[in-house]
């Protein structure tokens, strides 16, 4: 299946491989904008260095969380309007039903009792494949005005990478502009990994058994790692 030992495969079906690239973003420019503005070293009046003054440019889990991610960012402007149950708008020039869908609210949000009104689900059109788990989880350090839902993905076999987005009761506007940063993505893996971006158009039928029953999760599951 893969021809070295570490890889992400990423397929795309509809977005330009040359486009895609601009929008999976490796250490050091996932990195969020205000960064390079954070100091490195403070001074007191008789400039002398402060060494117990730290920021997070001296934080482990901050540095290592970069260098083993990517950061996924929108390749379109996505803009969507609330209003009571009726929801309209367009991502790039298109209609927003070519690239989103109403997560059902009966499969979780409808038992949640939160302050979440229900859930959209953003489909890019690409695949990933790896023999190593991926992690998605939100750009928190990014800053952005919306949430996006972790999850774990298991994708020996190629799979759609899907960004879901809860949207809060009240909420009557969601604006993304283009290369806003929708998740993080991370590796269950200490090993160097390749990213590979193919024009190969994914088949479904090429997995029949992993899309032609009612659910896939005896599949997909992990062992426990915690007992």
Same mark, same amino acid.
């Given at each position: 299946?893969?021809?070295?030992? %570490?890889?992400?495969?990423?397929?795309?079906?509809?977005?330009?491989?040359?486009?895609?690239?601009?929008?999976?973003?490796?250490?050091?420019?996932?990195?969020?904008?205000?960064?390079?503005?954070?100091?490195?070293?403070?001074?007191?009046?008789?400039?002398? $260095?402060?060494?117990?003054?730290?920021?997070? $440019?001296?934080?482990?889990?901050?540095?290592?969380?970069?260098?083993?991610?990517?950061?996924?960012?929108?390749?379109?402007?996505?803009?969507?309007?609330?209003?009571?149950?009726?929801?309209?708008?367009?991502?790039?020039?298109?209609?927003?039903?070519?690239?989103?869908?109403?997560?059902?609210?009966?499969?979780?949000?409808?038992?949640?009792?939160?302050?979440?009104?229900?859930?959209?689900?953003?489909?890019?059109?690409? %695949?990933?494949?790896?023999?190593?788990?991926?992690?998605?989880?939100?750009?928190?350090?990014?800053? %952005?005005?919306?949430?996006?839902?972790?999850?774990?993905?298991?994708?020996?076999?190629?799979?759609?990478?899907?960004?879901?987005?809860?949207?809060?009761?009240?909420?009557?506007?969601?604006?993304?502009?283009?290369?806003?940063?929708?998740?993080?993505?991370?590796?269950?893996?200490?090993?160097?990994?390749?990213?590979?971006?193919? %024009?190969?158009?994914?088949?479904?039928?090429?997995?029949?058994?992993?899309?032609?029953?009612?659910?896939?999760?005896?599949?997909?599951?992990?062992?426990?790692?915690?007992?």
């Amino acid at each position: 299946m893969f021809k070295r030992k %570490n890889e992400l495969v990423i397929k795309t079906n509809e977005i330009p491989v040359d486009i895609l690239k601009q929008h999976l973003l490796l250490f050091p420019y996932n990195m969020p904008k205000y960064f390079k503005d954070i100091p490195s070293t403070f001074m007191d009046d008789m400039r002398r $260095r402060i060494r117990s003054k730290k920021t997070v $440019r001296s934080c482990s889990g901050f540095i290592n969380l970069f260098k083993r991610c990517i950061v996924f960012t929108s390749p379109y402007d996505i803009e969507l309007f609330f209003e009571h149950d009726e929801i309209r708008g367009s991502v790039g020039g298109h209609d927003w039903k070519k690239y989103f869908n109403h997560h059902a609210d009966w499969q979780f949000i409808d038992y949640a009792k939160s302050d979440y009104a229900y859930i959209l689900k953003f489909c890019p059109y690409f %695949n990933v494949q790896s023999n190593t788990t991926l992690f998605v989880t939100n750009p928190w350090w990014h800053m %952005n005005k919306f949430e996006v839902i972790p999850g774990l993905i298991n994708c020996k076999e190629p799979l759609d990478l899907n960004i879901f987005i809860p949207i809060k009761k009240g909420q009557n506007h969601l604006f993304i502009p283009q290369h806003t940063p929708l998740c993080y993505i991370s590796f269950e893996t200490e090993r160097q990994l390749d990213l590979i971006f193919s %024009n190969k158009k994914y088949k479904y039928s090429d997995y029949q058994g992993l899309f032609y029953r009612f659910t896939n999760l005896k599949d997909k599951l992990l062992k426990n790692i915690i007992k």
